[in-house]
């Protein structure tokens, strides 16, 4: 189940009922609620949609894959599970009883053959226990001792902790899974970002995932990251008014059940030639772990071949190496934009690899451009790429891609933050980029206000775990104009609402004094380019014929001018002015 428009909460009384609640306050829907579903047997169903608008570029496809929903508990795999809790002298207070509550959860939640530990730090580093232990009441009710006589105090070493809890683990055969909360920086021990990562990636010699939750705007964010992408997991981040312990029975809940571990997703598209290279590419997210009960894959990738295919999901079910076949169409022509979404979903997850490929990586040119022409085509304002809204900007500076990279450029400098709220900021919103499952919405529909999360409160109903299973703009009330486009600041955190840009439709439309361009000529100088734009008067023969030959889609952008504004638009290779 899946909705492309709107946040849903999914409860499944069983494996052939299901009920879909939208909740929604203070907004005014001109959108059509849409909701895809499919049933099939067995223990994985897989759908896919596709999109290719020209038949020059690649297409983009959608998979939804889900687990079935009930499996016998004795067929699930046991797992490993370390929690691996901070209480530095940052931690005193509010902080460590919401770690302590949230241990404690999931403690209680835990399973008969799971194994466990809990490891507590600051400048040292306790454990309950030497080594794993099996999980029965009698350890249950010894690590709740241990839990409470926890207490705030001391420096943060990091490095020594997750070297701790990695070495416990010793058996590839079952899921292991670290969830290690940090407050802080690394204070004690080794302090190096880079080296602590190395040595983090070296010790983990089973394949465990490594689970990041960054509690406040104290922590380093980045390190957390690094982390996580070279240990098969994720980073969640906790701001300062969120409750801790709401995020871990979340995050507990997510991954308390995998039903297939090591998952691997395979595209085959027939009559592809190896020699063309692979038949889909940019494929998101990057690495799939584990799929959980209850929850779905949302995997987005483009194609570059047409034409009939085969999923693959293959997988541990149980200690057995499990395959399953689904058949797939990828469209040659899209005939509509009835699946336009596909490919505004896929920008939204691009643009936050991008993001993070700058992030880990360091700066390149190539991906600023990229970044750059996917915000502008597509209307996803950044915390790198707000300039977009900027409805006066400088004269000499106003046309011409050099203008949009450079500020860019100069924007994502501010990557060099590791720390403080800045940090915090811009790593919650890469991560709400790359596991995005609703694309930036039409003109007319107000998105939803942001979530306890750090998100924005959509996409989180049906989604994955990034990696491990599985939008920085989103429209918000305006004026008759329509609902103005939102991103984060990161200097505040907080979200900042602009009414010079606006999604219609499949088209994003920029303001500049009284005139609407639309993306494919943002940057037309009326004056110099004169001779390539067709002016028409609104409302006579001439509109009345161009309205005739749009398509429904291409007459909503027509329909959102209101009087007094001009529409500078491009409609079947011809540029029209519209006053």
Avoid: C
């Amino acid at each position: 189940m899946y909705s492309p428009t709107h946040s849903i909460d999914v409860k499944r009384s069983d494996d052939r009922h299901a009920t879909i609640r939208l909740e929604m306050q203070n907004q005014v829907p001109a959108t059509d609620f849409r909701l895809f579903y499919d049933v099939a047997k067995g223990q994985v169903g897989a759908s896919v949609l596709s999109y290719r608008p020209d038949t020059s570029d690649d297409g983009y496809f959608l998979l939804l894959a889900s687990p079935q929903f009930q499996t016998k508990s004795a067929e699930r795999p046991a797992k490993t599970t370390i929690f691996v809790a901070d209480r530095s002298g940052s931690m005193s207070g509010k902080k460590m009883e919401q770690a302590k509550e949230a241990l404690k959860f999931v403690l209680n939640n835990l399973r008969q053959g799971d194994t466990f530990n809990i490891i507590a730090y600051d400048s040292s580093v306790e454990s309950f226990r030497p080594e794993l232990q099996k999980y029965d009441d009698e350890t249950r009710k010894a690590a709740l001792g241990f839990i409470e006589g926890l207490y705030a105090g001391g420096s943060t070493n990091i490095d020594a902790a997750l070297g701790t809890a990695l070495e416990m683990v010793q058996d590839a055969k079952r899921p292991s899974y670290v969830i290690f909360l940090t407050d802080g920086l690394p204070t004690s021990g080794e302090t190096n970002e880079a080296k602590i990562v190395e040595r983090i990636r070296q010790r983990n010699s089973y394949r465990t995932r490594l689970v990041n939750l960054g509690v406040g705007y104290d922590v380093n964010s980045r390190l957390l990251d690094r982390l996580a992408r070279a240990n098969y997991g994720q980073s969640e981040f906790v701001r300062p008014d969120e409750d801790l312990e709401v995020h871990v029975s979340r995050l507990h809940n997510r991954i308390s059940a995998p039903v297939m571990t090591e998952v691997k997703v395979e595209v085959d598209v027939e009559k592809a030639q190896a020699e063309d290279g692979p038949p889909v590419n940019r494929v998101y997210p990057r690495d799939v772990y584990d799929l959980f009960a209850g929850e779905q894959l949302v995997l987005v990738g483009r194609y570059k071949r047409p034409g009939n295919a085969k999923i693959v999901v293959q997988g541990k079910v149980g200690d057995e190496v499990s395959k399953f076949d689904f058949p797939a169409e990828l469209t040659e022509k899209s005939k509509d934009e009835s699946y336009a979404f596909v490919e505004k979903l896929w920008a939204m997850r691009r643009i936050g690899e991008i993001i993070d490929e700058l992030d880990l990586k360091g700066k390149n040119d190539e991906l600023i451009q990229e970044l750059v022409a996917l915000s502008t085509k597509h209307g996803i304002l950044t915390p790198y790429t707000s300039f977009l809204a900027d409805e006066n900007p400088p004269p000499q500076l106003a046309t011409g891609p050099a203008w949009g990279v450079e500020r860019a450029r100069q924007a994502l400098r501010q990557l060099d933050v590791a720390e403080g709220r800045a940090g915090f900021a811009q790593r919650a919103e890469k991560k709400f980029l790359q596991e995005a499952t609703i694309a930036p919405q039409s003109s007319g529909f107000a998105m939803p206000a942001p979530a306890a999360d750090g998100g924005f409160g959509y996409g989180r109903g049906g989604g994955g775990m990034g990696g491990m299973g599985g939008m920085g703009a989103a429209a918000a009330p305006a004026g008759q104009g329509g609902p103005a486009v939102r991103y984060r600041d990161i200097e505040s955190d907080r979200e900042v609402a602009v009414e010079s840009v606006q999604i219609v439709g499949n088209e994003t439309l920029y303001k500049r004094g009284s005139q609407w361009f639309a993306a494919s000529v943002k940057d037309v100088d009326l004056t110099r380019d004169a001779d390539k734009v067709q002016t028409v008067e609104r409302f006579s023969d001439d509109y009345f014929q161009l309205v005739a030959a749009n398509t429904p889609a291409e007459n909503t952008v027509l329909a959102r001018q209101q009087a007094g504004e001009e529409l500078i638009v491009r409609l079947r290779g011809q540029i029209y002015r519209i006053r």
